[in-house]
């Protein structure tokens, strides 16, 4: 089975530094995704870790450490419009069939 | 436009109706899932597609039947639903070997009354 942890609220202010973790324990592991979802809307992807390290994509970065079963987000420079819930996602085998298992999602609250 | 289409948006239904959440995905993905999302609970896996064949079912009641005539196309046929059954559906797809993820839809808000 799977067991994935994240916070469950988060609060930060504008244009500062904020990270997201996420710990999991699952019987097969195949990727980390992290998804991003505005309230009232479907997650849309954020990034992909399946190795060891920082993978850094403009103002996000993800880092993976699969010894710790530990991953975190980190949102730099935030803006308003980061307000959202970031979910964690482990899949679990190979191939674009593995199904993927969420946590429960962390919100975020960006104030001025 | 996200590339994978979902209707209806909305839909109330009754616990005796049937009816049906359609998915299309422009991608050519080749597996698509159908995901459940209720309040104050995790994104739940339903069903599971690969090449039109079902690979997984996540012990989902019988009263939720999918189907998916091609790989472009699923279904989530709906009957006797409960009221604990109100709750956003997503459908999903994703590619082989992608480091993407999945591609959700805009999902489709179902309350049962």
């Known amino acids: 089975g799977q067991n994935i942890g994240q916070p469950t609220e988060m609060t930060a202010t504008e244009g500062a530094i904020v990270q997201i973790n996420c710990t999991y324990q699952t019987s097969g592991f195949n990727g980390l995704f992290w998804y991003q979802q505005h309230a009232g809307e479907a997650p849309t992807f954020l990034s992909y870790?399946?190795?060891?390290g920082l993978e850094e994509k403009g103002r996000f970065s993800s880092f993976l450490s699969r010894s710790k079963g530990y991953s975190y987000l980190l949102l730099k420079e935030l803006q308003m419009k980061d307000s959202a819930s970031y979910l964690c996602?482990?899949?679990?085998?190979?191939?674009?069939?593995?199904?993927?298992?969420f946590g429960d999602g962390t919100t975020l609250t960006v104030k001025p | 436009e996200t590339g994978v289409t979902q209707t209806p948006r909305h839909l109330v239904m009754g616990m005796t109706n049937k009816k049906s959440l359609k998915c299309e995905q422009h991608?050519?993905?080749?597996?698509m899932y159908w995901y459940k999302q209720s309040a104050k609970k995790p994104l739940e896996l339903m069903f599971v597609?690969?090449?039109?064949?079902?690979?997984e079912n996540n012990s989902v009641p019988s009263r939720f039947s999918p189907e998916c005539p091609n790989s472009s196309h699923l279904f989530l046929h709906l009957h006797t639903l409960q009221p604990e059954d109100s709750a956003l559906y997503l459908c999903?797809?994703?590619?082989?070997?992608?480091?993407?993820?999945?591609?959700f839809g805009s999902g489709t808000r179902l309350t049962v009354v």
């Open positions: 996602a482990v899949r679990d085998q190979r191939g674009n069939a593995g199904k993927s298992t």
């Open positions: 991608l050519g993905h080749n597996a």
């Open positions: 870790n399946v190795l060891d």
């Open positions: 999903a797809s994703s590619q082989e070997g992608a480091n993407y993820g999945y591609t």
């Open positions: 597609y690969n090449f039109k064949e079902q690979t």
